[in-house]
């Protein structure tokens, strides 16, 4: 993949499309509360050469959390309620078009927060080699720790299928 022309939003939505990765991702999202852009941002950055700095690392978490919190998991909460709730009220095409309008929404919240990411390590001269499972996992690691998540052999598996599947790309 040529990846010095893709932005992370366009690799990240590709690789979420691909077998099994949405489901993997949401498990992440459900179970352990893992922010799956920065799961995918790991992924992403492992196609450049020089890892994100220490400094980044903590300005794009502390952004993320902060974002989900006012942005994404309000929209997300909305979202969730209308689907659970339209049970409850007549089947009308006007509340399916504002679950509509809410997830898309929400996917916009998603790719403003993708930007931001990718803009934290813009601030260097970027160089992109092939796909580094080893520097994934690294970028995985770090993440997971700064949430204090233990890797278990069944996350490491989940993480190596998404692995495998952004080396089909």
């Known amino acids: 993949m040529a ?45 450049i050469e020089e890892a994100p700095t220490e400094l980044q690392w903590e300005e794009i ?37 504002l679950r509509k309008r809410v997830k898309n929404d929400e996917l916009a919240a998603e790719q403003i927060q993708q930007e931001i990411i990718q803009s934290k390590i813009e601030t260097r001269d970027l160089k992109f080699q092939p796909f580094s499972r080893s520097d994934a996992m690294k970028h995985l690691a770090y993440y997971l720790a700064e949430e204090g998540i233990v890797l278990t052999d069944e996350l490491k598996n989940k993480l190596d299928e998404i692995a495998k599947n952004v080396s089909l790309m």
Not at 14 to 28: D, F, H, K, T
């Open 3 to 47: 990846l010095h022309s893709i932005k992370f939003w366009d690799f990240s939505t590709r690789l979420y499309e691909m077998n099994g990765v949405a489901e993997i991702c949401l498990e992440l999202q459900d179970q352990l509360n893992l922010d799956v852009n920065i799961v995918l941002f790991c992924f992403w950055g492992a196609h």
């Open 61 to 97: 978490i502390e952004f993320s959390r902060d974002w989900k919190k006012n942005f994404v998991q309000p929209l997300r909460s909305v979202r969730n309620s209308l689907k659970r709730e339209i049970n409850n009220y007549p089947r009308t095409k006007d509340f399916e078009t």
